[in-house]
């Protein structure tokens, strides 16, 4: 059986795999983010009434540490993943902008599932008694949080775009001031230029 021939690798086939590659990362780093967000968020306990779990027998405070940490790791994530695909590739183009967004929003929501689904259970209905402490699980009253990964990995990855662009600009402005240099041939011809239009002046005064 003759072997398929595989074409060269163009650069847009390249940027297809590098966007896929990351898409697919982020998806993955969702997951130990998820896990250390459940590690690390605090226990919301509330009193039950009835079996139910009203919004004045909550430990409210703490419903906002949790979001807020939850906030921390993923702009973290988000920025730390900007700098490793900055390194990785060497270069940032609008597709790779594209997936950072993309698979940021992906991993937060990964994050958010995993966090919820290693946490306790909702109570709600599970008993019918009153006076009964009850853990809640991990929730994001806000759901602005799912794209603070994405946010933070966009505005690096735009700080650095106009960082590169800044540095090109300055390379060409250096490079074309810079002198280009003599041919010596022509050097040459112009001393001897010189030499004989010096000569020809003593001659012409004598």
Same mark, same amino acid.
């Given at each position: 059986?003759?072997? @398929?021939?595989?074409?060269?690798?163009?650069?847009?086939?390249?940027?297809?795999?590098?966007?896929?590659?990351?898409?697919?990362?982020?998806?993955?780093?969702?997951?130990?983010?998820?896990?250390?967000?459940?590690?690390?968020?605090?226990?919301?306990?509330?009193?039950?009434?009835?079996?139910?779990?009203?919004?004045?027998?909550?430990?409210?405070?703490?419903?906002?540490?949790?979001?807020?940490?939850? /906030?921390?790791?993923?702009?973290?994530?988000?920025?730390? /993943? /900007?700098?490793?695909?900055?390194?990785?590739?060497?270069?940032?183009?609008?597709?790779?902008?594209?997936?950072?967004?993309?698979?940021?929003?992906?991993?937060?929501?990964?994050?958010?599932?995993?966090?919820?689904?290693?946490?306790?259970?909702?109570? @709600?209905?599970?008993?019918?008694?009153?006076?009964?402490?009850?853990?809640?699980?991990?929730?994001?009253?806000?759901?602005?949080?799912?794209?603070?990964?994405?946010?933070?990995?966009?505005?690096?990855?735009?700080?650095?775009?106009?960082?590169?662009?800044? /540095?090109?600009?300055?390379?060409?402005?250096?490079?074309?001031?810079?002198?280009?240099?003599?041919?010596?041939?022509?050097?040459?011809?112009?001393?001897?230029?010189?030499?004989?239009?010096?000569?020809?002046?003593?001659?012409?005064?004598?």
């Amino acid at each position: 059986m003759t072997p @398929t021939a595989v074409g060269p690798v163009t650069p847009a086939r390249r940027q297809t795999g590098v966007v896929l590659v990351l898409v697919g990362g982020l998806l993955g780093a969702g997951v130990p983010v998820g896990v250390l967000w459940w590690l690390v968020a605090p226990t919301v306990v509330c009193t039950t009434v009835e079996g139910s779990c009203p919004y004045e027998s909550f430990e409210g405070g703490r419903f906002f540490i949790a979001e807020g940490l939850f /906030a921390v790791l993923a702009a973290a994530s988000g920025v730390l /993943a /900007a700098l490793l695909v900055r390194r990785w590739t060497r270069e940032i183009g609008w597709p790779v902008v594209v997936a950072l967004a993309v698979g940021g929003a992906l991993a937060s929501l990964a994050a958010w599932r995993v966090g919820v689904w290693l946490g306790p259970d909702d109570p @709600t209905g599970l008993t019918t008694a009153t006076g009964v402490l009850a853990e809640q699980p991990l929730r994001l009253h806000a759901d602005g949080l799912l794209l603070v990964w994405s946010i933070a990995s966009v505005l690096v990855a735009l700080l650095t775009l106009l960082a590169d662009a800044d /540095a090109d600009a300055g390379a060409d402005v250096a490079g074309s001031r810079a002198p280009e240099p003599l041919d010596p041939a022509e050097l040459a011809a112009w001393v001897q230029h010189a030499e004989a239009r010096t000569q020809s002046q003593e001659r012409s005064t004598k």
